[in-house]
């Protein structure tokens, strides 16, 4: 009989669930016994069964699998091997035909009396862990494998991949790492799923220290695998190690592994966190740029911001603009006055922080003292008296403006200029 690839496919992409017990005593099986099941005399059908089983699977290998069930659904078995044969193909027909309930029903009665060549038995087993795992019948699943592992004494790390997706599933996070650990130490050739449930259990259990381990020997074991080394750089947040971020990051980052705009930002913040907003800045404008990460204001924000850390006034000044015309932020614009002031851009400063007051901004007393200077350095010395008036309206800058009045009266007077 042909494999069934819907339900390979189905084991494959399952998620399975089970008991609390761990892998260790999840299986006992019976060596003896089982060597004596594999050196039984194979059995074989009834003529009678034998020859109905033999024009079903006639119409089976025309494609016509409905017409093949009716008639092994009519057969009358007279003994319980030819019953539990005609059984067995009949769950794995109906798996074929994704009617899962009626093959898990014929499956489990293929199996129950335990009569069928040990070959079909496991493989029956097995199939109904898949059809269990299927259907979400998770605990179901489990002791079906459960009972695969008994039967045959065998350990597979598939089937032990399957028992910690099924405690991940239960939410039973402790219990994954055992079957995970069991499944990579058989595994021929290295498999991701163990790997990624350790790590998501792990996760669950917010143990970031461990996540961080098992995100480095992934690293190691596929040591070119974007996904692997640009998540790697993530988790290295959870454990605030910022410089391992930084170096794995710029690793990702070099060899082209970046995909999405987050993965940008996560580096730019490693800059950030490692005292290096220069780096920070630049990243992220040249991402944005590119069209790497998109304009928004929450992105323009933070290249302002970190240019602003690392002394680059002008630059800091003009992000700050940008970002306050997406939704004519006060705050925003008064920083860009503010900047271009100390950047001794006189006339660009009044603008901005004409503009951040046009807009109701809450800091009035700040900008007034701000645009007096900005006034007094271009020698407009009423404007500026005027402007710092205004500031002693605000009690936060009372105490500076009043200073600073007398001193733009008298340099006003010295130049000529009445007030």
Do not use: C
Not at 75 to 86: P, R
Not at 233 to 256: R, W
Not at 285 to 292: G, I, L, N, P, R
Not at 308 to 337: I, P, Q, T, V
């Amino acid at each position: 009989m042909r494999n069934f690839s819907k339900v390979t496919a189905l084991a494959i992409l399952m998620s399975v669930t089970g008991a609390t017990l761990s892998a260790s005593v999840l299986a006992a099986p019976d060596y003896a016994k089982i060597e004596e099941r594999k050196k039984a005399k194979t059995k074989i059908m009834g003529e009678r069964t034998g020859k109905k089983v033999i024009k079903a699977f006639d119409l089976y290998n025309e494609e016509k699998v409905d017409e093949a069930i009716v008639l092994l659904r009519e057969i009358d078995a007279s003994n319980d091997f030819d019953k539990a044969t005609v059984n067995r193909y009949l769950g794995s027909m109906y798996a074929q035909k994704e009617k899962y309930d009626e093959a898990i029903k014929y499956s489990k009665q293929a199996v129950a009396p335990d009569v069928l060549n040990f070959a079909d038995q496991e493989q029956t087993l097995k199939l109904l862990g898949d059809l269990y795992a299927g259907t979400e019948k998770y605990q179901e699943a489990k002791k079906a494998y459960v009972a695969w592992m008994d039967f045959t004494g065998q350990e597979d790390p598939t089937v032990y991949t399957r028992i910690a997706q099924a405690n991940y599933q239960l939410e039973q996070f402790r219990d994954v790492f055992e079957p995970a650990d069991k499944a990579i130490k058989l595994q021929k050739e290295p498999n991701k799923g163990p790997y990624q449930l350790k790590l998501g259990a792990y996760f669950e259990l917010k143990d970031y220290a461990n996540m961080v381990k098992i995100g480095e020997e992934i690293v190691r074991v596929w040591p070119d695998d974007k996904k692997a080394w640009v998540s790697l750089g993530k988790y290295y947040l959870q454990t605030e190690d910022y410089q391992k971020g930084l170096a794995t990051m710029e690793v990702a980052y070099k060899n082209g592994y970046f995909e999405n705009e987050v993965e940008y930002k996560v580096l730019s913040n490693f800059y950030s966190l490692n005292e290096i907003p220069f780096r920070a800045a630049v990243t992220l404008e040249k991402a944005v740029k590119s069209e790497k990460v998109k304009r928004t204001k929450q992105n323009v924000s933070a290249i302002a911001s970190n240019y602003h850390r690392s002394k680059d006034l002008e630059k800091a000044a003009k992000y700050y603009e940008e970002a306050a015309k997406f939704d004519d932020d006060a705050e925003l614009y008064r920083k860009a006055g503010s900047l271009l002031l100390q950047s001794e851009k006189f006339s660009a400063a009044v603008v901005r922080l004409n503009k951040a007051l046009e807009l109701g901004s809450d800091k009035k007393g700040t900008i007034y003292s701000d645009l007096a200077e900005a006034y007094y350095y271009q020698g407009k010395y009423k404007q500026a008296y005027a402007a710092i008036t205004k500031a002693m309206d605000d009690p936060r800058t009372r105490k500076f403006a009043k200073g600073w009045s007398t001193y733009i009266k008298d340099k006003a007077a010295r130049n000529g200029v009445k007030i």
